[in-house]
Protein backbone atom coordinates (compact mmCIF):
# COMPACT_ATOMS: atom_id res chain seq x y z
CA UNK A 1 0.00 0.00 0.00
CA UNK A 2 1.12 3.47 -0.81
CA UNK A 3 3.24 5.54 2.00
CA UNK A 4 0.67 7.72 3.81
CA UNK A 5 1.15 11.54 3.26
CA UNK A 6 2.58 13.26 5.96
CA UNK A 7 4.03 17.17 6.40
CA UNK A 8 7.09 17.45 4.31
CA UNK A 9 10.09 16.43 5.91
CA UNK A 10 12.98 19.31 4.74
CA UNK A 11 15.92 16.41 4.42
CA UNK A 12 14.21 14.92 1.62
CA UNK A 13 15.78 16.25 -1.45
CA UNK A 14 13.49 17.21 -4.48
CA UNK A 15 16.11 15.94 -6.75
CA UNK A 16 16.98 15.30 -10.55
CA UNK A 17 16.77 12.45 -12.00
CA UNK A 18 18.77 12.81 -14.95
CA UNK A 19 18.85 10.76 -17.95
CA UNK A 20 20.06 11.86 -21.69
CA UNK A 21 20.21 15.47 -22.64
CA UNK A 22 17.17 16.75 -20.22
CA UNK A 23 17.06 16.00 -16.70
CA UNK A 24 13.71 14.70 -15.00
CA UNK A 25 12.60 16.32 -11.50
CA UNK A 26 11.21 14.54 -8.98
CA UNK A 27 8.56 16.73 -6.99
CA UNK A 28 7.83 17.69 -3.21
CA UNK A 29 5.84 15.30 -0.74
CA UNK A 30 2.81 16.26 0.08
CA UNK A 31 1.97 18.38 3.13
CA UNK A 32 -1.38 16.95 4.40
CA UNK A 33 -3.19 14.85 7.04
CA UNK A 34 -6.53 14.37 8.65
CA UNK A 35 -7.23 18.11 9.74
CA UNK A 36 -7.04 18.64 5.66
CA UNK A 37 -10.05 20.25 4.83
CA UNK A 38 -9.16 22.33 1.27
CA UNK A 39 -6.24 20.22 -0.60
CA UNK A 40 -4.14 23.02 -2.23
CA UNK A 41 -2.75 21.59 -5.81
CA UNK A 42 -0.03 22.87 -7.69
CA UNK A 43 1.30 22.43 -11.24
CA UNK A 44 4.88 21.37 -10.41
CA UNK A 45 7.52 23.58 -7.42
CA UNK A 46 9.42 25.70 -9.23
CA UNK A 47 13.32 25.84 -9.34
CA UNK A 48 13.04 28.15 -6.43
CA UNK A 49 11.38 25.72 -4.55
CA UNK A 50 13.23 23.09 -5.74
CA UNK A 51 16.32 24.08 -4.58
CA UNK A 52 14.93 25.04 -1.26
CA UNK A 53 12.90 21.65 -1.17
CA UNK A 54 9.69 24.15 0.05
CA UNK A 55 6.83 24.89 -1.17
CA UNK A 56 6.29 28.48 -3.20
CA UNK A 57 9.91 29.54 -2.43
CA UNK A 58 10.14 32.04 -4.59
CA UNK A 59 9.67 35.74 -2.21
CA UNK A 60 7.44 37.22 -5.48
CA UNK A 61 5.19 33.98 -5.11
CA UNK A 62 2.11 35.11 -3.14
CA UNK A 63 1.20 32.52 -2.10
CA UNK A 64 2.53 32.85 1.33
CA UNK A 65 1.54 36.32 1.54
CA UNK A 66 -1.92 35.43 0.50
CA UNK A 67 -2.05 32.77 3.48
CA UNK A 68 -1.09 35.55 6.29
CA UNK A 69 -3.94 37.97 5.08
CA UNK A 70 -6.78 35.17 5.28
CA UNK A 71 -5.78 34.17 8.72
CA UNK A 72 -3.99 37.56 10.08
CA UNK A 73 -4.69 36.62 13.89
CA UNK A 74 -2.27 33.83 13.39
CA UNK A 75 1.51 34.95 12.80
CA UNK A 76 2.76 33.15 10.05
CA UNK A 77 6.28 31.48 11.00
CA UNK A 78 9.15 33.28 9.30
CA UNK A 79 10.63 31.89 5.99
CA UNK A 80 13.76 29.83 5.61
CA UNK A 81 15.18 26.18 6.12
CA UNK A 82 14.43 26.83 10.40
CA UNK A 83 10.81 27.53 10.02
CA UNK A 84 9.37 25.93 6.95
CA UNK A 85 8.44 22.71 9.32
CA UNK A 86 6.18 25.33 11.43
CA UNK A 87 4.92 26.58 8.29
CA UNK A 88 3.95 23.18 6.90
CA UNK A 89 2.30 23.19 11.00
CA UNK A 90 1.06 26.32 10.73
CA UNK A 91 -0.68 25.52 7.28
CA UNK A 92 -2.34 22.22 8.62
CA UNK A 93 -3.43 23.72 11.82
CA UNK A 94 -5.53 25.74 9.28
CA UNK A 95 -7.05 23.00 7.46
CA UNK A 96 -4.87 23.39 4.89
CA UNK A 97 -2.99 20.93 2.57
CA UNK A 98 -0.31 21.32 -0.02
CA UNK A 99 0.76 18.92 -2.99
CA UNK A 100 1.25 19.31 -6.82
CA UNK A 101 -0.71 17.50 -10.07
CA UNK A 102 3.10 16.10 -11.30
CA UNK A 103 5.42 13.44 -8.97
CA UNK A 104 8.10 14.57 -11.55
CA UNK A 105 8.73 15.76 -15.23
CA UNK A 106 11.31 17.45 -17.16
CA UNK A 107 11.66 21.33 -17.52
CA UNK A 108 13.90 23.59 -18.66
CA UNK A 109 13.44 26.56 -16.14
CA UNK A 110 10.16 27.56 -14.18
CA UNK A 111 7.26 28.07 -16.54
CA UNK A 112 4.66 25.80 -16.72
CA UNK A 113 4.83 26.12 -20.12
CA UNK A 114 8.13 24.26 -20.51
CA UNK A 115 6.74 21.16 -18.72
CA UNK A 116 7.24 18.16 -20.15
CA UNK A 117 6.99 14.39 -20.23
CA UNK A 118 5.33 15.10 -16.56
CA UNK A 119 3.75 12.16 -14.40
CA UNK A 120 1.13 12.78 -12.17
CA UNK A 121 1.23 12.18 -7.94
CA UNK A 122 -0.80 9.27 -6.75
CA UNK A 123 -3.81 11.08 -6.17
CA UNK A 124 -5.34 7.69 -4.21
CA UNK A 125 -2.75 7.48 -1.65
CA UNK A 126 -4.64 10.56 0.13
CA UNK A 127 -7.67 8.43 0.71
CA UNK A 128 -8.30 7.47 3.76
CA UNK A 129 -5.61 10.08 5.10
CA UNK A 130 -7.62 13.31 4.60
CA UNK A 131 -11.14 12.13 5.96
CA UNK A 132 -12.60 15.91 6.08
CA UNK A 133 -11.46 16.53 2.45
CA UNK A 134 -14.00 18.67 1.10
CA UNK A 135 -12.17 20.60 -2.03
CA UNK A 136 -9.03 20.72 -4.15
CA UNK A 137 -7.81 24.24 -4.68
CA UNK A 138 -5.99 23.69 -7.89
CA UNK A 139 -3.45 27.17 -7.70
CA UNK A 140 -3.37 27.92 -11.81
CA UNK A 141 -4.56 26.62 -15.07
CA UNK A 142 -1.89 23.83 -15.57
CA UNK A 143 -3.16 21.89 -12.33
CA UNK A 144 -6.94 22.52 -13.39
CA UNK A 145 -6.50 20.50 -16.12
CA UNK A 146 -5.85 17.56 -13.82
CA UNK A 147 -8.70 17.93 -11.79
CA UNK A 148 -10.90 15.20 -13.38
CA UNK A 149 -8.26 12.38 -12.83
CA UNK A 150 -7.78 13.62 -9.20
CA UNK A 151 -11.04 13.61 -8.54
CA UNK A 152 -11.29 10.53 -10.01
CA UNK A 153 -8.97 8.86 -7.97
CA UNK A 154 -10.10 10.19 -4.68
CA UNK A 155 -13.20 8.43 -5.54
CA UNK A 156 -15.01 11.58 -5.54
CA UNK A 157 -18.63 12.93 -7.18
CA UNK A 158 -18.98 15.81 -8.89
CA UNK A 159 -17.33 17.47 -12.22
CA UNK A 160 -14.71 20.38 -11.74
CA UNK A 161 -15.85 23.39 -11.34
CA UNK A 162 -15.41 27.15 -10.85
CA UNK A 163 -18.65 27.02 -8.58
CA UNK A 164 -19.98 25.04 -5.69
CA UNK A 165 -21.35 22.05 -6.98
CA UNK A 166 -24.36 19.53 -6.00
CA UNK A 167 -23.07 16.04 -5.82
CA UNK A 168 -26.52 14.56 -5.19
CA UNK A 169 -26.57 11.33 -3.32
CA UNK A 170 -24.50 9.30 -5.15
CA UNK A 171 -22.57 7.59 -2.38
CA UNK A 172 -19.62 9.26 -3.67
CA UNK A 173 -17.26 11.59 -1.98
CA UNK A 174 -18.76 15.13 -2.29
CA UNK A 175 -15.36 16.80 -3.27
CA UNK A 176 -15.11 20.27 -5.02
CA UNK A 177 -12.20 20.95 -7.42
CA UNK A 178 -12.08 24.63 -8.37
CA UNK A 179 -9.63 26.71 -10.42
CA UNK A 180 -7.74 29.32 -8.54
CA UNK A 181 -5.74 32.52 -10.08
CA UNK A 182 -2.04 31.12 -9.58
CA UNK A 183 -0.39 32.66 -7.48
CA UNK A 184 2.66 32.72 -9.54
CA UNK A 185 4.79 35.93 -10.14
CA UNK A 186 3.80 34.87 -13.84
CA UNK A 187 0.19 35.37 -13.54
CA UNK A 188 0.64 39.51 -13.55
CA UNK A 189 -2.47 40.23 -14.62
CA UNK A 190 -4.27 39.21 -11.22
CA UNK A 191 -3.66 41.91 -8.55
CA UNK A 192 -2.61 40.71 -5.35
CA UNK A 193 -6.39 42.13 -3.85
CA UNK A 194 -8.00 40.31 -6.59
CA UNK A 195 -6.27 36.84 -5.89
CA UNK A 196 -6.99 37.09 -2.60
CA UNK A 197 -10.79 37.52 -2.89
CA UNK A 198 -10.84 34.51 -4.58
CA UNK A 199 -8.29 32.64 -2.33
CA UNK A 200 -11.03 33.74 0.29
CA UNK A 201 -13.93 32.82 -1.00
CA UNK A 202 -12.97 29.17 -1.11
CA UNK A 203 -11.57 29.35 2.16
CA UNK A 204 -15.05 30.34 3.52
CA UNK A 205 -17.29 28.58 1.58
CA UNK A 206 -15.82 25.30 3.26
CA UNK A 207 -15.51 26.95 7.20
CA UNK A 208 -12.10 27.67 7.25
CA UNK A 209 -12.42 31.54 7.72
Known amino acids: MPPAPVAADPSVA ?31 PGAASLQARQYYAHPQNHFWKILQALWPQHPLPPAGPNGYADRCAWLLDRGLGLWDVYQSCEREGSLDTSIRNARLNDFAALRGVCPQLAALAHNGAESFRHAPAAL ?53 RHGLL
Open 152 to 204: AALGAAGQPTRLPHDVGESGARPIEAVRLPSTSPANASWSFERKLTAWADVMA
Open 14 to 44: AAPDAVGPSTRWLGLPPVAGARTVVLVLGSF
